[in-house]
């Protein structure tokens, strides 16, 4: 297996389905099997939900929302998230827990590394919450942090297309995928993988990342154990 301990950042849209808004339940139960299908191939897995499908606190501040209070709401988007996603993992047999950057019992523990490491030992998904805590920081930049601090192989980005691209696949036909891609790379062709913050962080720290579509069947048992599957970011 290549990969025995990942973070897997999914966001928030995805788990809205074909819809712009809510959880589409069905994709929530698909993406529980897959994570607890990579667990039982002894894999440690932490995740990263984002919470744009619910309320996403940038474009709050468009609709008049004070930019904090709008990435307060954004946060509170996420841990709405997080918990769906554990009561689908513990309903189908695996284990699960909600990490919250903000304290919240008893709707989730408060976030410690070495706790969330000891629970992953145990084989229970960590489900980290609330992005890093605080406003102006997106839960790509939470992921990253996450992924650095608990020694992740690899920070796994779960999206709806396959890879990285010269342009937006659903836009342009032409759009040509990458298999791999270094970090400079990246800031170069000014290619969009996650924001700066996030990818300076995963840069500086050496953390390779791969961008996935998580909606495939398959795919991310596929990664862990090797097989070359989306793009690769790496120094």
Do not use: W
Not at 46 to 63: K, P, W
């Amino acid at each position: 297996m290549k990969y025995s301990r990942i973070l897997l950042k999914l966001s928030g849209e995805s788990l809205a389905g074909k819809g712009n808004h809510g959880i589409n339940e069905s994709v929530l139960e698909e993406y529980a099997r897959q994570i607890i299908e990579a667990v039982n191939k002894k894999c440690e897995v932490a995740v990263v939900i984002g919470g744009g499908n619910i309320f996403r606190g940038l474009s709050g501040t468009e609709s008049g929302f004070d930019r904090v209070k709008g990435d307060h709401m954004g946060m509170l988007a996420t841990i709405i998230n997080s918990l769906a996603l554990e009561s689908a993992i513990r309903r189908l047999g695996g284990k699960s827990t909600v990490f919250t950057s903000i304290r919240m019992e008893p709707v989730g523990e408060l976030y410690n590394r070495d706790k969330v490491l000891e629970e992953m030992k145990k084989g229970s998904v960590c489900i980290l919450a609330g992005g890093t805590g605080n406003p102006f920081f997106t839960t790509d930049t939470a992921a990253a942090l996450r992924a650095v601090e608990t020694g992740a192989d690899v920070l796994l980005k779960g999206t709806r297309v396959d890879g990285v691209y010269t342009a937006d696949p659903e836009k342009d036909p032409k759009a040509e995928k990458f298999d791999s891609l270094s970090f400079e790379e990246v800031i170069v062709r000014r290619l969009k993988i996650m924001d700066s913050t996030a990818f300076t962080m995963c840069r500086d720290n050496n953390m390779p990342i791969v961008v996935f579509d998580m909606n495939k069947k398959g795919n991310l048992i596929k990664l862990i154990e090797g097989v070359k599957t989306g793009t690769l970011i790496c120094n």
